[in-house]
């Protein structure tokens, strides 16, 4: 079993932190938070009051990051949330509608506003609500997957 890299010192998650948090803005035009060092990016989006989760590139993305929130809601632990394909997440009911999402931030970069149902480890369903999910884009323009947040959800 794996246990929860530190976050804080690790030099993926440090850079995986600052390439989330520009590319909402450089997509959005807006900060996903405000007034943060650089050197405490990551440390802030993992203790945020709020739900954020990423995943990789690949015809089946894994999921390579949830924050503190994410990790509760979907019942987790840190080393199974990072080995479960991204379209797990929801009820294979709902993975049409989760998969033609990704295709619409796929071409435009982001879309706000998403809703959908999702499913927690335990069975426990939850809509979430108000959601923006973007493309995680380097200064390249290179894609490194996708990133989703939000602060609204509700069990079913």
Same mark, same amino acid.
């Given at each position: 079993?794996?246990?929860?890299? /530190?976050?804080?010192?690790?030099?993926?998650?440090?850079?995986?932190? /600052? &390439?989330?948090?520009?590319?909402?803005?450089? =997509? %959005? #035009?807006?900060?996903? =938070?405000?007034?943060?060092?650089?050197?405490?990016?990551?440390?802030?989006?993992?203790?945020?009051?709020?739900?954020? !989760?990423?995943?990789? %590139? #690949?015809?089946?993305?894994?999921?390579?990051?949830?924050?503190?929130?994410?990790?509760? &809601?979907?019942?987790?632990?840190?080393?199974?949330?990072?080995? =479960?394909?991204?379209?797990?997440?929801?009820?294979?009911?709902?993975? /049409?509608?989760?998969?033609?999402?990704?295709?619409? !931030? +796929?071409?435009?970069?982001?879309?706000?506003?998403?809703?959908?149902?999702?499913?927690?480890?335990?069975?426990?369903?939850? &809509?979430?609500?108000? +959601?923006? !999910?973007?493309?995680?884009?380097?200064?390249? #323009?290179?894609?490194? #997957?996708?990133? +989703?947040?939000?602060?609204?959800?509700?069990?079913?």
């Amino acid at each position: 079993m794996t246990r929860r890299p /530190d976050i804080q010192s690790n030099p993926f998650y440090i850079a995986h932190g /600052d &390439l989330v948090f520009q590319s909402f803005a450089r =997509l %959005t #035009g807006k900060p996903l =938070l405000t007034s943060v060092p650089d050197k405490e990016i990551i440390s802030v989006i993992d203790q945020a009051p709020f739900a954020l !989760v990423s995943h990789g %590139t #690949g015809d089946d993305p894994i999921f390579n990051y949830g924050n503190q929130v994410a990790l509760t &809601l979907f019942e987790m632990e840190w080393e199974d949330f990072t080995a =479960l394909p991204s379209r797990k997440s929801a009820e294979p009911l709902h993975r /049409d509608e989760r998969e033609r999402l990704l295709q619409e !931030v +796929a071409t435009k970069g982001y879309i706000k506003n998403y809703s959908g149902v999702r499913i927690s480890s335990s069975g426990k369903r939850f &809509l979430i609500e108000n +959601a923006i !999910v973007w493309n995680l884009i380097d200064l390249d #323009g290179d894609i490194h #997957g996708q990133a +989703a947040m939000f602060h609204d959800w509700q069990f079913l």
